[in-house]
């Protein structure tokens, strides 16, 4: 570490104003601030200093992935060795996964990190740290075998023209994770809904065991009218709820398991990093939502129960690392529970309601940061106007 | 005025070279953006859509021009809509009659030439208040810059949303190699949608820009 410090101190001289290598600064400053503790502090305006600066935000943000990320990687091993038939070992089904899911996650970083980096440098300021989590949460919410280059294009297009084009990390109006699926979504729909992709390895084929369904428990209720996709979400069922608390479930990367990503939820809790007000609304949203229809019932997807739809599909993962976005999401305390409670609403009214989008998560938090900006706008006026009336009354 | 000015003086070239860039109507002025969203899905139909404006916005432009004294202010609009809703319905029937198919996939745009922003503000800015032959090369040059940015949204959109590339009278060209397909390419679906023709007319803006500061607002 101090090798590693001396180190950097002797070259620093090269990336000042009038080094050798000043056109590189920012790509220095990038690294040295991850590895190391900045040593200046803002001098002037700021009233409130903080031991943590955006790039320990977002590390935190980072490890709370991991719980999610771990599970990923296993259950891509086990789900693939259910799908064929093939009794595993805990070890082998982690090597299948991880030969899956790594690569993901690497090309999702070196591509976004790079572009991010070109751009820092193309208009002479720090590279903004936005992008490691914006990194790992792409490969999250992504089926095990969408193709690498898929993965390419998609995030180059979130972090151009999800976040570049607005000004960069902190101006983005979506989650530009959101937008990298939501451009896999449109783009490639093959690759990204349907029964055969959900399991890796299922939609080329290989030796899959009569009668196993890879489809997610959203799509097969969905398309079954008759009480059978219900059937297997009940008791006993491949898909009843203490399997999909658990995760062992098809389905995205990061998104199966409600336990691992709630322990995520923990850590960004405790450290204070992700907001209690939206995550609690979101669920308290769905719930309602999801309780409503069932005393409706008119459908196969109106009859799963409340607390199971909160399981199912992205949901858990969109409540706890997509909404709880401090960027992209509301910013007064009431507009928070609004616009949380909001997504959870439309995610499930889009889930029951269309068919051809059984998972409503995603579109449901582009919906509402597309009007939180509004939310906060009506309730900062409201303010002013109670206030006025105090002062002049 | 003198008589003397030569037809392609430099200030009657600058009519015809200043829409194409730093006053183009659809990246600077934003005017026309429907009818660039609607019909460059595929490069034929965006063709043909520049030329049947071209063919709109030049006569009635030369029609506006040489009826400029005498059109009483108050009835201008009037009058200017009946001269670019006859030269539309023209439009339209020569298309039924010579290029079906096309003419169906344009189906109402060919139609909503008479409401495109771009014909009228001609008129208005331009053709009350000038010559014929200025006029007409002002028509040309709007309705080239206007043509340029829907053929290259639509050369785009239709190559990477569908591989292919349709001209008129050559009909569709497959331009990705099978090669590509059977290595795993897939043709990218949002290409086809009309949000990605905005980004794309977004990106021609930002390069435009990027390229000529002048043109950058505050």
């Not at chain 1, 491949?238 to 398991?257: C, K």
């Not at chain 1, 009214?349 to 009007?371: D, S």
């Not at chain 2, 071209?54 to 202010?73: C, D, E, G, K, Q």
């Not at chain 2, 679906?189 to 023709?197: W, Y």
Request: charged share 15%; glycine share 10%.
């Amino acid at each position: 570490m101090k090798a590693l410090r001396q180190y950097l101190d002797k070259i620093k001289p090269n990336f000042e104003k009038g080094g050798k290598f000043e056109k590189l600064h920012s790509s220095f400053d990038a690294f040295e601030t991850l590895l190391f503790v900045p040593k200046t502090t803002s001098k002037t305006g700021v009233h409130i200093h903080d031991a943590i600066d955006s790039k320990r935000t977002m590390a935190v943000v980072v490890m709370a992935l991991i719980p999610a990320l771990l599970f990923g990687i296993w259950n891509t091993g086990y789900q693939h060795f259910l799908a064929t038939g093939q009794g595993a070992d805990f070890w082998p089904m982690i090597g299948y996964g991880a030969i899956k899911v790594l690569p993901i996650v690497i090309v999702s970083y070196v591509v976004g990190l790079g572009i991010e980096f070109m751009f820092a440098q193309l208009r002479g300021h720090e590279v903004a740290e936005g992008f490691l989590v914006s990194g790992m949460l792409i490969p999250l919410v992504l089926p095990a075998d969408i193709p690498l280059w898929m993965v390419a294009v998609a995030t180059a297009f979130a972090v151009v023209i999800g976040k570049e084009v607005f000004g960069g990390t902190g101006m983005n109006i979506w989650n530009p994770a959101l937008i990298a699926r939501a451009f896999l979504f449109f783009a490639y729909p093959s690759k990204m809904s349907g029964d055969l992709i959900w399991v890796s390895g299922m939609s080329k084929g290989e030796g899959i065991v009569d009668g196993f369904s890879g489809a997610t428990a959203l799509g097969e209720a969905a398309v079954l009218k008759s009480g059978e996709g219900l059937g297997r979400l009940a008791d006993g069922g491949v898909y009843d709820l203490w399997n999909s608390f658990i995760g062992m479930i098809p389905g995205s990367i990061g998104e199966t398991s409600t336990l691992a990503i709630l322990i995520g939820a923990v850590i960004l809790l405790l450290t204070g990093i992700a907001n209690w007000k939206i995550m609690v609304s979101v669920f308290a949203g769905g719930f309602i939502m999801a309780y409503g229809f069932n005393l409706i019932g008119a459908n196969e997807l109106m009859n799963v129960p409340a607390l199971h739809q909160l399981c199912l599909g992205g949901f858990a993962f969109g409540a706890v690392f997509m909404a709880t976005d401090p960027v992209s999401g509301a910013r007064t305390d009431k507009g928070k529970y609004i616009y949380g409670f909001l997504i959870g609403v439309f995610a499930i009214l889009i889930r029951v309601f269309n068919p051809a989008y059984p998972e409503g998560v995603m579109l449901a938090i582009l919906l509402m940061n597309t009007f939180a900006p509004l939310i906060d706008h009506v309730i900062v006026q409201q303010n002013i106007k109670r206030r006025l009336k105090r002062v002049n009354a | 005025m003198s008589d003397k000015e030569p037809l392609f003086s430099a200030k009657n070239r600058k009519l015809i070279t200043n829409p194409l860039n730093a006053q183009n109507p659809i990246t600077i002025q934003v005017l026309g953006i429907c009818s660039a969203l609607a019909v460059t899905a595929k490069l034929e139909p965006a063709i043909v859509m520049s030329i049947s404006v071209m063919f709109v916005l030049v006569f009635a432009n030369i029609l506006i021009s040489l009826l400029r004294n005498t059109i009483p202010s108050r009835i201008r609009i009037i009058v200017q809509l009946v001269v670019v809703a006859a030269l539309v319905i023209l439009v339209d029937q020569i298309l039924k009659a010579f290029a079906y198919e096309v003419s169906k996939q344009l189906s109402v745009f060919v139609g909503l030439i008479i409401t495109n922003c771009i014909i009228m503000g001609r008129l208005e800015a331009f053709a009350l208040g000038n010559k014929p032959w200025q006029s007409a090369l002002d028509g040309v040059g709007n309705a080239a810059g206007y043509g340029v940015i829907l053929i290259i949204v639509a050369f785009f959109r239709e190559l990477l949303g569908s591989g292919t590339l349709t001209l008129p009278g050559l009909g569709t060209l497959n331009i990705i190699p099978q090669a590509f397909y059977d290595m795993g390419y897939a043709n990218n679906g949002f290409m086809i949608l009309p949000p990605m023709a905005l980004v794309t007319v977004g990106i021609i803006i930002w390069v435009q820009r990027s390229r000529n500061k002048d043109l950058v607002e505050d």
